[in-house]
């Protein structure tokens, strides 16, 4: 059984920067691409980046691109997203996404397996 714990979230003031983890567990990952969305209240979920598992291949929209970096830890099954510069409209819940294949997809359906999410809020 698969399952995605993230960590790491937090209070951050406008301008600083934070790391959130997310372990995943119950499967090899190979063959997998992994996701980082987010949602702020009364918003759609929104495609953060994606990595592929084995490649270590990133992609990210436009307007992520520059202050959020996706990573992975091989050996320790960890997923990562580093955030820097952030502003109070990155405040959301950030969840962890899991999909089979290694194409990435910024829609949250194409991803079957989800994290709990762990809530950043950053203050002005």
């Known amino acids: 059984q698969v399952q995605l714990v993230e960590s790491g979230g937090g209070l951050v003031q406008a301008g600083g920067s934070l790391r959130v983890s997310c372990t995943a567990s119950?499967?090899?990952?190979?063959?997998?691409?992994m996701g980082w969305f987010r949602q702020a209240p009364g918003k759609e979920r929104e495609f953060v980046a994606a990595?592929?598992?084995?490649?270590?291949?990133?992609w990210y929209p436009d307007s992520m691109r520059g202050r959020f970096t996706i990573s992975r830890d091989y050996a320790k099954n960890t997923l990562y997203l580093q955030m820097k510069t952030l502003k109070p409209e990155d405040t959301a819940v950030y969840y962890c996404?899991?999909?089979?294949?290694?194409?990435?997809?910024?829609?949250?359906?194409?991803?079957?397996?989800w994290g709990q999410g762990t809530q950043v809020t950053v203050s002005s």
């Open positions: 990595i592929s598992w084995i490649g270590g291949s990133e």
């Open positions: 996404a899991a999909k089979a294949g290694l194409e990435y997809y910024s829609d949250p359906r194409e991803y079957r397996y």
């Open positions: 119950g499967r090899t990952f190979s063959s997998y691409a």
